[in-house]
């Protein structure tokens, strides 16, 4: 199969529906019948992670058994690890922090690296931006010297670039939260969303301006303390009598959904949505919702789309936030 996707039929189902299958046809040689580890969960108020993460989960409850250990950065224990998977695969969460932006994500990949020579690896795809060589060099020994890291990538240049660099097995492959089922969409109650970044991958500046039109924006940083301590609670409720791994998977998976749950209504609020958010693309094309997508300050959202979702007759690009406007007005009508 060809590493960027050709569709005869360019329907949105059908779209999503091959997406699914590509990630399956890449994923499945990888896995096999030991005990393996899903590591690095991210419980931080970011949505698309939350995405991501379920589409994993979705992902190997088809086709394998669930994870025997699963962890996130802060509480990762290695020896229960050991003790769980013995020398089964470690599959590390993807999304977009391999390189040099989220420096804690990195230092925990490069950590694993280092302790478990020889034991499979397995990246989960990931955007790949560094700003520096010296972080390339440090990150490319690690890797040949651990021996058996697979790296799966979103995008033609995270792929370039690995394979110039990397000594590992590097696959092209979409976005993990492409794996969940298509997203309901909830009633809108303004003509446009605009989901904008507010951390430093931001490459947009200034503030949209719809006159006539009922709008809205906002991030989807910002969470509910009480809500996701309730469900911390709950969780401890439901989960009484399985194993610590399983009920910290259970508990992780809702927590999750909780953080989808806010997406789909922030971006459900809007006819259309403008965002420079790569899941804010994905959750938009997920839920039927026409949108504009802007980039990110190096490119991921712009990479991504040409890989494999520039057919989605329902989504626009724009370079500029005015251009991102006018367009939004056109789906709009």
């Known amino acids: 199969m060809p590493e960027q996707l050709a569709l005869e039929n360019t329907h949105p189902r059908t779209i999503m529906h091959n997406l699914r299958d590509?990630?399956?046809e890449r994923l499945q040689p990888l896995l096999n019948d030991q005990p393996f580890a899903l590591l690095d969960f991210p419980d931080h108020s970011n949505v698309g992670d939350s995405a991501i993460w379920l589409g994993e989960t979705q992902f190997f409850g088809d086709h394998a058994k669930p994870p025997a250990y699963v962890s996130k950065l802060k509480t990762h224990d290695s020896l229960q690890m050991e003790q769980a998977i013995g020398d089964g695969t470690i599959f590390l969460h993807g999304g977009g922090n391999f390189g040099t932006i989220w420096k804690s994500h990195q230092d925990f990949r490069l950590e694993l690296l280092s302790r478990f020579p020889g034991q499979r690896i397995?990246?989960?795809?990931?955007?790949?931006?560094?700003?520096n060589y010296e972080a390339v060099d440090e990150t490319a020994r690690a890797i040949e010297k651990h021996g058996s890291f697979t790296l799966l990538v979103r995008d033609q240049r995270s792929l370039?670039?690995?394979?110039?660099?990397?000594?590992?097995?590097?696959?092209?492959?979409?976005?993990?939260?492409?794996?969940?089922?298509?997203?309901?969409?909830?009633?809108?109650v303004h003509d446009f969303y605009y989901l904008m970044r507010t951390d430093f991958e931001r490459s947009v500046r200034g503030k949209a301006n719809h006159p006539g039109h009922a709008f809205e924006s906002g991030d989807w940083l910002t969470e509910d303390k009480l809500q996701m301590r309730m469900s911390s609670a709950t969780s401890k409720l439901m989960d009484f009598g399985h194993s610590p791994n399983a009920?910290?998977?259970?508990?992780?998976?809702?927590l999750a959904n909780t953080r989808l749950k806010r997406g789909v209504a922030l971006l459900s609020s809007g006819r259309?949505?403008?965002t420079d958010r790569l899941h804010g693309h994905i959750m938009s094309t997920l839920l039927g919702i026409p949108h504009v997508a802007l980039d990110n300050s190096y490119g991921k959202l712009q990479n991504f789309i040409q890989a494999w979702t520039s057919d989605i007759g329902f989504l626009r690009t724009a370079d500029t936030l005015e251009e991102a406007q006018s367009l939004a007005e056109e789906l709009l009508s």
Do not use: G, N, W
């Open 22 to 24: 590509v990630i399956t």
């Open 122 to 131: 397995v990246q989960l795809p990931q955007s790949i931006y560094f700003d």
């Open 160 to 188: 370039e670039f690995s394979r110039c660099h990397f000594q590992c097995e590097a696959v092209l492959c979409p976005d993990m939260a492409l794996y969940m089922e298509p997203l309901e969409r909830q009633t809108p």
């Open 247 to 254: 009920a910290r998977a259970l508990k992780y998976d809702r």
């Open 272 to 274: 259309v949505v403008v």
